[in-house]
C-alpha cells in the first residue's frame, strides 16, 4: 500500500489538522527527507498554503488545532505544535501549547525548524541571490562542488530537492545528489 493510502486510510480521507475533505495532499514534515507513513500527513490545500507560507497564517482557520494536537500520530502533532508556536502571540495558541505534550523525541524533531525561536533569534538562510532558503525548498548548484571523502563532483545545474536546514549555522544546508546526502554552502545554491 502507499504512503498517500495509508494516510488517506487513517484520516478518512480528511485533513489530519482541519478536518476538510477538499484537495487533500501528502505532506512531509521538515527536516525529513524519505516520504514515509511516520513523518508524513494529509493536509487540504488551506493548511498547505499557509505552512509553507505562499499564504498569510489565518489563526481561524487554525482553531482545528485544539482537536487535531491530540492526534495519535505523532507527525500531526508535531505539525500543530509548530503552527501553535508561529500563532503563539495570539493568546489563544499559547494556552493550547501549554496543554500540549510531545515526549523527548517528538519535541526534538519538533523544535527542528525553529519556529520556537524568536524571530531575531532565528538563523536565516539565504542563498547566493539573498533569497530566504526553508526546509523542504528545492535548490539548484550555481557552480560545480566537489563533495568531501569521495570522488563525487557534484555539477552546476544539478537540482537538490527538499533540502534541510543546518539550524546552527546559516551558511550550510543538506540535500541529496545522486543518492547521496551532501552538506552543501548557501552561498553555491540557487533557490528554484
Same mark, same amino acid.
Given at each position: 500500500?502507499?504512503?498517500? &493510502? +495509508? ?6 480521507? +480528511? !485533513?489530519?489538522? !482541519?478536518?476538510?475533505? *477538499? ?14 507513513? /511516520?513523518?508524513? #500527513?494529509?493536509?487540504?490545500? +488551506? !493548511? ?13 482557520? $487554525? ?6 494536537? $491530540?492526534?495519535?500520530?505523532? /507527525?500531526?502533532? #508535531?505539525? /500543530? $505544535?509548530?503552527?501553535? &508556536?508561529?500563532?503563539?502571540? &495570539?493568546? $489563544? ?34 542563498? /547566493? ?19 568531501? %571523502?569521495?570522488?563525487?563532483? =557534484? *555539477? &552546476? %545545474? +544539478? =537540482?537538490?530537492?527538499? #533540502? ?14 545522486? %543518492? ?13
Amino acid at each position: 500500500m502507499s504512503v498517500l &493510502q +495509508t494516510l488517506q486510510d487513517r484520516s478518512n480521507t +480528511t !485533513c489530519e489538522l !482541519c478536518t476538510s475533505t *477538499k484537495d487533500l495532499r501528502q505532506y512531509t514534515i521538515p527536516p525529513s527527507l524519505n516520504e514515509n507513513v /511516520a513523518n508524513d #500527513i494529509l493536509v487540504c490545500s +488551506t !493548511c498547505l498554503d499557509q505552512i509553507e507560507g505562499r499564504e498569510d497564517m489565518d489563526p481561524n482557520h $487554525w482553531r482545528c488545532l485544539n482537536d487535531s494536537m $491530540w492526534s495519535e500520530h505523532v /507527525a500531526v502533532q #508535531i505539525m /500543530a $505544535w509548530r503552527i501553535l &508556536q508561529r500563532l503563539r502571540k &495570539q493568546g $489563544w495558541p499559547q494556552d493550547l501549547l501549554d496543554m500540549m505534550y510531545l515526549d523527548e523525541e517528538a519535541m526534538a524533531l519538533a523544535r527542528a525548524t525553529g519556529e520556537h525561536e524568536e524571530e531575531a533569534d532565528r538563523i536565516i538562510h539565504r542563498d /547566493a541571490n539573498g533569497v530566504i532558503l526553508e526546509s523542504g525548498d528545492a535548490v539548484v548548484l550555481v557552480k560545480d562542488l566537489k563533495v568531501k %571523502g569521495s570522488s563525487m563532483v =557534484a *555539477k &552546476q %545545474g +544539478t =537540482a537538490v530537492r527538499n #533540502i534541510r536546514l543546518d539550524h546552527e549555522n546559516a551558511e550550510y544546508i543538506e540535500g541529496k545528489v545522486d %543518492g547521496q546526502q551532501i552538506v552543501i554552502i548557501t552561498q553555491y545554491v540557487k533557490k528554484l
